[in-house]
């Protein structure tokens, strides 16, 4: 499978906390993105790092990418309960035209 | 407002029957995606479409059927040949091109398909 992975799975911290969440690949890809998605919702967009890019900030987002690892992170600084949600990373195939979504971390910041 | 509309939000179908959920936008882009969402297992791309008339097989297409007559709509048809439709399912729609052709997606809010 093409399919990303993602970890953690699962992920609770307090409000103020910083949390990562990692993702890695398996194929050559053109971009990386990562999207949020809110109980029972769409996926909404965060940030795209292209694979010429080893790092990208976004508000309080740091997302970095290490194409010879084949893994990227993403880092919320100074988390909000609003911040509750799941986050899934997707990678861009160089050939296809697909995006290919990991599992996904489920983030839960306690007030 | 320009987005992506899918509808019914909440569908219930017996075993045996066929039913089409819909995705129109109108935003003006090229490509369309189906995905199909479990839980624990992510998304998976059931089908795609980078242009008008033509579409493409995702990972999960069998039981699935689609049609691109217009730009802005892509329907997806669940048919009694898929064994565990039970599922959410999103559209997704996204300017081709504009990175290399996989480029930001815009999400539909999803339409829930319960077998009874």
């Known amino acids: 499978s093409q399919q990303g992975e993602e970890d953690p799975q699962a992920l609770s911290i307090q409000e103020g906390e910083n949390a990562t969440m990692n993702c890695s690949y398996k194929?050559?890809?053109?971009?990386l993105q990562w999207y949020r998605q809110n109980s029972g919702r769409g996926l909404v967009h965060l940030i795209l790092?292209?694979?010429?890019?080893r790092e990208k900030h976004s508000g309080r987002l740091r997302v970095t990418l290490d194409t010879s690892k084949k893994s990227s992170s993403l880092l919320i600084t100074a988390s909000r309960a609003a911040d509750t949600a799941s986050y899934f990373c997707?990678?861009?195939?160089?050939?296809?035209?697909?995006?290919?979504f990991g599992q996904g971390t489920t983030l839960q910041v306690k007030p | 407002d320009g987005g992506i509309t899918q509808s019914p939000k909440y569908l219930f179908r017996k075993e045996g029957q066929n039913v089409t959920l819909s995705c129109e936008q109108n935003?003006?882009?090229?490509?369309m995606y189906w995905y199909r969402q479990d839980p624990g297992q992510g998304l998976r791309l059931i089908y795609y479409?980078?242009?008008?008339?033509?579409?493409q097989k995702g990972d999960i297409a069998e039981g699935y059927s689609v049609s691109r007559e217009k730009k802005e709509s892509f329907p997806l048809t669940v048919t009694s040949a898929q064994k565990n439709p039970t599922a959410f399912y999103l559209c997704?729609?996204?300017?081709?091109?504009?990175?290399?052709?996989?480029?930001?997606?815009?999400f539909g809010e999803g339409s829930r398909l319960t077998v009874l």
């Open positions: 935003l003006n882009h090229d490509a």
């Open positions: 997704a729609s996204s300017p081709l091109g504009r990175l290399g052709g996989t480029g930001e997606l815009f």
């Open positions: 997707a990678h861009g195939s160089s050939n296809t035209g697909k995006l290919i």
């Open positions: 194929t050559s890809i053109n971009n």
């Open positions: 790092i292209r694979s010429n890019e």
């Open positions: 479409s980078q242009i008008v008339n033509d579409f």
